[in-house]
């Protein structure tokens, strides 16, 4: 796992960085180390993994340590546990990754790292096939710098310059349409994403939940929830708090409730 981490096997990710730092404090304090709901959990089932290109399959990459946590902390707080509730959550940070929990598993997800879904802060979402490869060829683009338009330097940089969130409501208040825009297209297109996974739920949605720091914004939210709101209740829990999660399910293998699983 750690060598898979450490070549960002599965894309680059701040998160990669987890596993590294619970070797490493293996190897100090000669404790065990446990890692818990890495972006590349996979629950997802066979219907939605197949593309319409031979050799090119989906993968489940998404926020899955807060998306989990927060369902886990919905579920707690209505009385239930996570595996009986169905609930879409829609994690927006820096990327957007929208998950189906159907009964504690995440059946359906936008992979965020390569670049399905709704834009985001930096990343570009989902693009019309056609367009980008003329964009590629036009541009003489090899894959690492693909890779960056795609993940680094898209959404809101591409459009706006920043990923600063609160920079750019600053502007759409002081009334610059160009900005209201942006913010319209990304909750349209984020509506879109919570539908879809709706649709794979069968329409059994006990809630829809918010999170990450994008959560915190109404000005964001106002413009998502008269498109979804038919679909089930709202619960928002903005930010994260990954760390937090990492004990809990540490703690959880650590108490017998949960099993230790093998990394292959
Ligand atoms: N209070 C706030 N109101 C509005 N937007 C905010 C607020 N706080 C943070 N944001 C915006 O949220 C976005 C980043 O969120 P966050 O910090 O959750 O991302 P990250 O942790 O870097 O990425 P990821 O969650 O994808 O791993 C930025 O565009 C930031 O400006
Ligand atoms: C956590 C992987 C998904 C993303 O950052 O877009």
Known sequence: MVDDLKESRYGEHASNMSGVIADRFRDLYGARAVITDPVVVDEMIAEVRPTGLRGVERRSVFHALNQKAVARKYAESTGTNYDEINVIVCHMGGGITVGAHRKGKVIDVNDGLS??????????GSLPNDRLAKYIIENDLDY???????????????????????????????????????????????????????????????????????????????????????????????????????????????????EMKTYV
């Open 115 to 124: 670049g399905e879904g709704p834009m985001s802060p930096t990343r570009t």
């Open 144 to 258: 690492d710098s693909i890779y960056n338009v795609l993940t680094k330097e898209g959404g809101f940089i591409s459009l706006a310059g920043t990923q600063d969130a609160l920079e750019l409501e600053k502007r759409a208040l002081a009334g610059d349409e160009v900005t209201e825009a942006i913010y319209k297209a990304l909750a349209a297109q984020i509506a879109k994403e919570i539908g879809s996974r709706a649709a794979i739920l069968e329409g059994k949605v006990d809630q829809i939940i918010f999170t990450g720091g994008l959560a915190y914004s109404k000005y964001l939210l106002d413009f998502v929830t008269p498109y979804i709101s038919f679909i089930a209740p709202i619960t928002i829990y903005p930010g994260e708090e990954e760390m937090q999660a990492l004990a809990e399910g540490a703690y959880r293998v650590l108490s017998g409730k949960e």
